[in-house]
């Protein structure tokens, strides 16, 4: 297993340096926010909420400092890493092999091509991870000061740019980038196709979340209560007096008509669809699921191709 | 010479297909958007000429056609991503491999002695595909010109500075940047992957530095333009203040603050204090131009320089 790391990190020191160099400095950027951010709670504590920025938490629950301006400078950055070091990672893992046409040595060396692929792919994984971690931890300790009233197990605020979704993310990206890059057998045009897949992955997880969880509706009540920091909102909703929902067109309707020419009872009431913080864990694990379920059949897929591919 | 550029070509062609492919996708979403958000537009405003707001009604007498526009606008913002990321995708992949490919195959020795010398073997083989990354540039430029011309809220009007960086011909001239970026070092490191990943983050230091200096000269070129309230101005906005109408001393707002001009009392019946006409720091729309022809300049030399340090390099490098 050691010789099996020692060769992953051989034929891949370049792309691993990439990540490393990338986490790292997403890491150190995040945590140089995080820790002014902390110094502005410090200070505020002190000073009290009617200096700006200390009022912010109050009101908000966050702070509007140049330090939050940086941190939102690097959410993309953080937001894309875990999917381009998978592609970074996952496509010249066989690719390189086949492009140079030593595929059909290397695979005859070993005593079976999943044997092989498992050797490769593993060490890779692990290292990966490992170079991901940093940047994992620093979008924790960047919510923990972004957000300093508020529990960050119960905040979806900076969802996938901390922990272990971060993570998680990062496999199915690298199984997608290796089978494209088996499939196509060429680095540059295996990345085009794999970046292109990887990112309709990225979307997708984008738009199924919150993964079958049934939203609450909220009264709308921002303005008594402006502090609705962690939950995930996910739309807003009109009913009627009776409760029945109410096509929105049909709301603005009725909410454009001047208040002196309209009865009160019959005005939509607006309610935002929610998924409250305290259930940011249930959707950590419903999105984990479903990585886990598609890297599985991806996986496979992978093995399957490996298995069958024309070594030249 | 037409056997050397099918060949240039052909050696990239499943590259030179899908990003090909992605160009397509990009110029046809773009006009397609740009195309149905003028049809919604237009139909919003015959909606407000027909159906005036009643008084005392706070919202839109249209709204219907706002259902519609919103995910169009959305749909724009993508395709505008997409305006500024094919070309730059276009410079990388089809620059990095000229050279990387043959010295990571072990070929280059090969080819190199096959031709008569390497800096026509690197101009035979660089040509064609520079050639199809400003042709296709160019095309994914006047798309996103479309689009930002097309939005709800220009009317026909000049955006002036919006959308700086997905629209116009000066993306090709970005792109011809990226493409010399991945040819130089392609042929100094010697391998496809890292020299792409090398591109990406040099391709980043050069739009971020490129963004600074055109900051910076569109600061240096603001001037102060006189408003009323009833103006409609159009430019990059820097700052603003009062100027004094008789002496035509320039006041900032902070400035003008200090000195209580804003006080109720200061004030006309427009709101404005009483001797003096608001003014905007700005670089007006007009000017569009002469940054866009700056900015070419600054990636065109960015191009050359890069390009001359890849045919050096493969001039002197060691084949292998």
Redesign the interface.
Known sequence: MRRAFTLAWRLHR??LA?VVAASTAIALAVLGAAADLAETHRQCLAIGARVAPCGGPAEVGQYFTDASQRAQIVYPFAAALPFVAGL?LG??LAS?EL??RTAHLAWSMSRTRLRWLGLRLLPLVLLGLLALAPAALAGEVLTRHYYPLTDPAANFEQYGIRGPILLARFVPAMLIGATVGIA?G????A???AGALVAGMGAGLSVLRPFGAVPVEQPSRFLEDPVQVGNQYLGIVYRDSDGTLMP??QA?EL???????VDPDILPRETFLVILGERYHEILLREAGLIGLGSLMLGTGLARVVRRRRPG | MRRAMRLALAMQRLELWLLLGATVVVVIAALGIAWQTRAVRDEQLACYRQTPSAEGDVTSPCHAHDLRLDPLQAAAGVAKVGVIGVPIMMGAFLGVPIVARELEGRTAHLTWSLSRSRRRWLLQRAGPPLAVVAVASVAVGVAGDVLTHAAPWVEGSDPGFEDWWSRGPQVAVRAAAVFGIALAVGALLGRQLPAVLVTGGATLALFMAAFFVLDGWMEAAAEPIPIAPTTIVSGKIYGGGLQNTATGELLSDEEASVAGLWDEDQLDENGIPRGYTMYFLMVPSHRYGEFVVREAGLFGAAAAATLAIGILVTQRRRPI
């Not at chain 1, 060429?186 to 045009?189: E, I, N, V, W």
């Not at chain 1, 909410?255 to 020419?261: A, I, K």
Request: zero cysteines; glycine letters at 4%; a negative charge.
């Open positions: 370049a792309e990439a970074v496509v010249p390189r492009e140079h196509v060429r680095q540059l045009p990345l085009l196709v929105e067109e603005w909410l454009g008509v001047p208040e002196d020419q």
